[in-house]
Every structure is written in C-alpha cells, then in structure tokens.
C-alpha cells in the first residue's frame, strides 16, 4: 500500500510558476495527471524510482520538469511558464514498480492522491 498526499496548488497568473509536491509513504514510480473541467483525466509527467528517467507529455515539455527529492519517497512538479489552458485538478499517482511504457495510462498505476487545484489566470 502506498500513501500519496499532495500539495502545493494555487492561483497564478499566466508565465507565472508553481511547485506541487507529492509524498509518497514509500519509493515508488509516480506519475502526475491533470483533470480539467468536462475533460479527460490526462497524463503529465513521471518519473521513475530511481529518478533517472523521466517521462512528459508535450504539452508540458520544456515547461514542467518532475524531480524527486534526496530521500526519495517526495516527487515534485515544478510547473514554469503557466498558461490558462493549465488549469485543472492534478493527481500524483504511484505504482510500486517501474514500468518502461504504457507510463501514461491511468490504469497502470494503483494509488492516488487526493488532488490539488491549479488555477492560471489570463
């Protein structure tokens, strides 16, 4: 069983940036997700147990960057250069093992977060 509990959410202007943050109560692969209102629960970015590798999506390369802390178990997502369409409730996700594919799919991982609300203003 993994714990995941996050924080960090906010309202900020466009360009503006945000740390979200995502403690995991053991070492895990964990993904971020994004659901804005009337859409689809999206993937946004993961990264490994070791944090070597790391995944995004393109909407978010160049922007977000996923990182984990020394210890290992507090993933982060640090969002720069905010834009509107960013808006949405994140979820950090976690899955006790590695997986090298499929790192998008919400049903490949087991555990989520409760959700933090990012808002990005215009």
């Known amino acids: 069983q993994v714990q995941l509990v996050e924080s960090g959410g906010g309202l900020v202007q466009a360009g503006g940036s945000l740390r979200l943050s995502c403690a995991a109560s053991t070492r895990a692969f964990v993904g971020w997700f994004r659901q804005a209102p009337g859409k689809e629960r999206e993937f946004v970015a993961a990264?490994?147990?070791?944090?070597?590798?790391?995944y995004y999506a393109d909407s978010v390369k160049g922007r977000f960057t996923v990182s984990r802390d020394n210890a290992g178990n507090t993933v982060f997502l640090q969002m720069n250069m905010l834009k509107p369409e960013d808006t949405a409730v994140y979820y950090c996700a976690a899955r006790e093992t590695n997986i090298g594919s499929s790192y998008d799919t919400r049903q490949n991982y087991d555990y989520w977060g409760q959700g933090t609300q990012v808002t990005v203003s215009s």
């Open positions: 990264i490994t147990r070791s944090g070597v590798i790391r």
